[in-house]
C-alpha cells in the first residue's frame, strides 16, 4: 500500500512539474506577444465597419492563437530559440503577431457578418424586394458577389477541417483585400512558395463549397 501511496504522489508530482514548466513556457513569449499585438493593433485604430472599437477581443484572440500552437509552428522561430538568438526570436514573434491579428480579424469579420445577416430586417435597401434575374448563369454575376461566394464557401470548408484558417485567410487578402501573393507573402512572414502552396489547397478543395453555396443563393 505504502509503495502504491507513493507511486501515486510521485505521478501527481509529475504531472505538477509537468504543467508549471508548461505554464512557464507559455508565459515566456506571452508578455512579449501581447505587447506586439498592442503596438500593431492599438485601441480606436479600426474606427469604421463592423470591427470598430473591437481591438481588444481580436489581440485577445490572436494572442491565444499564437501561444496555442502558431508561433511554435513557426521553424524560424523554434531555430533562433535553439540558438538562443533574441533579436531573431522577436522578428519571428512580430510576424507570428501580425498573421495572427489578420486572421482573428477576418474571422471576427465573418462571424459578425453572419449574425448581422441574420437579425437585419430585410428591405429594398439590402435586397428584399427581387431586383434581378432569377435565371442569371453565376458567371455572370458581379466580380464583386463571386468573390462573396467564394470567401463564403472557404468558411464552410474551415468549418469542415477542408482547409485551414490560414488558407482562408490568404484567399481574403488576395480577393477582397486585393493583396497580391508578394504582398501577402511580406504581411505573413512566409515565403511566396508557401503561399501559392496553401493556394492550391483552396483550390483543390473549394469547387465543392462554392457549388453548395451557388445552389443556396440562386
Do not use: F
Request: charge should be positive; charged fraction near 30%.
Amino acid at each position: 500500500m505504502k509503495t502504491k501511496y507513493t507511486s501515486k504522489q510521485e505521478s501527481k508530482e509529475t504531472k505538477k512539474s509537468r504543467w508549471e514548466a508548461r505554464l512557464e513556457h507559455i508565459a515566456g513569449p506571452a508578455d512579449e506577444l501581447d505587447a506586439i499585438c498592442r503596438a500593431k493593433l492599438p485601441d480606436g485604430a479600426i474606427r469604421n465597419g463592423i470591427l470598430a472599437g473591437r481591438e481588444a477581443e481580436i489581440r485577445q484572440d490572436a494572442l491565444i492563437m499564437s501561444l496555442t500552437g502558431h508561433l511554435q509552428g513557426r521553424p524560424l522561430y523554434l531555430e533562433a530559440k535553439a540558438r538562443g538568438d533574441q533579436e531573431a526570436m522577436h522578428t519571428e514573434m512580430v510576424k507570428c503577431a501580425c498573421s495572427a491579428l489578420q486572421i482573428c480579424k477576418w474571422r471576427m469579420e465573418r462571424k459578425l457578418g453572419k449574425s448581422y445577416a441574420r437579425s437585419a430586417p430585410l428591405d429594398e435597401q439590402n435586397g428584399g424586394v427581387k431586383q434581378h434575374d432569377a435565371n442569371m448563369d453565376t458567371t455572370d454575376w458581379p466580380l464583386s458577389a463571386r468573390i462573396e461566394v467564394a470567401l463564403r464557401a472557404a468558411d464552410e470548408a474551415v468549418q469542415d477541417k477542408r482547409i485551414s484558417p490560414m488558407n482562408a485567410g490568404i484567399l481574403t487578402m488576395i480577393l477582397r483585400d486585393g493583396m497580391n501573393v508578394e504582398r501577402v507573402s511580406r504581411r505573413l512572414g512566409i515565403s511566396t512558395n508557401a503561399i501559392y502552396q496553401q493556394l492550391d489547397r483552396v483550390k483543390r478543395e473549394l469547387p465543392e463549397y462554392v457549388g453548395r453555396v451557388e445552389r443556396i443563393v440562386t
